[in-house]
T-cell receptor, first 111, second 113 residues
Framework: QKEVEQDPGPLSVPEGAIVSLNCTYS??????FMWYRQYSRKGPELLMY????GNKEDGRFTAQVDKSSKYISLFIRDSQPSDSATYLC???????????FGKGTRLHILP | NAGVTQTPKFQVLKTGQSMTLQCAQD?????MSWYRQDPGMGLRLIHY???????DQGEVPNGYNVSRSTTEDFPLRLLSAAPSQTSVYFC????????????FGPGTRLTVT
């Protein structure tokens, strides 16, 4: 079993819809969780950073962590065409550890 | 701040040639790292550094060398390029001595023929 699993997509949704992106992981020691957004031919940019379980909200974005299920999610409300990108989850056991990336989910928001 | 900068943006090499990919950051970050990104493989860590004078291997270090003589710079050297090293290379940096909250550069697209 890979340490971090992420459906590669592509995921196509109409503008204005709520998007749900997910990752599962196998290492119960992970406690730092990140979501990166990567536009085509650009470097990844950090979108959300959470510690342990629970929810974190930032504008239209909500990150959710369920450590008991080893499952993390990123929700995008009122999705816009500008949200079309690849979204990578990432996680680490300690803040100073190397982070493990998922392979990314390609998201297309249809106008 | 310029953030993380990488040069060149594009490079074509012949098999066996060597070259250095440059990476610099102006955020006084201790942690710097190099990744390669290939279709279907995601981001894979090549080498990383937790501070000047300290480097360590990541997941896929073979064929690459690094050094960290200053906090700002972290060059990646390809010793003898192979077609398997055709990839997009990203440099990243972060606060502290770990990989959380990394800031990525724009990438270098390398083709080895």
């Amino acid at each position: 079993q890979k340490e971090v699993e992420q459906d590669p997509g592509p995921l196509s949704v109409p503008e204005g819809a709520i998007v749900s992106l997910n990752c599962t992981y196998s290492n119960s020691a992970f406690q730092y969780f990140m979501w990166y957004r990567q536009y085509s031919r650009k470097g990844p940019e950090l979108l959300m950073y959470t510690y342990s379980s629970g929810n974190k909200e930032d504008g239209r974005f909500t990150a959710q962590v369920d450590k008991s299920s080893k499952y993390i999610s990123l929700f995008i409300r009122d999705s816009q065409p500008s949200d079309s990108a690849t979204y990578l989850c990432a996680m680490s056991a300690e803040r100073d550890d190397k982070i493990i990336f998922g392979k990314g989910t390609r998201l297309h928001i249809l106008p | 701040n310029a953030g993380v900068t990488q040069t060149p943006k594009f490079q074509v090499l012949k098999t066996g040639q060597s070259m250095t990919l440059q990476c610099a950051q102006d955020m006084n970050h201790e942690y710097m790292s190099w990744y390669r990104q290939d279709p279907g493989m995601g981001l894979r860590l090549i080498h990383y550094s937790v501070g000047a004078g300290i480097t360590d291997q990541g997941e896929v270090p073979n064929g690459y060398n690094v050094s960290r003589s200053t906090t700002e710079d972290f060059p990646l050297r390809l010793l003898s390029a192979a077609p398997s090293q055709t990839s997009v290379y990203f440099c990243a940096s972060s606060y502290g001595t770990g990989g959380a909250e990394q800031y990525f550069g724009p990438g270098t697209r390398l083709t080895v023929t």
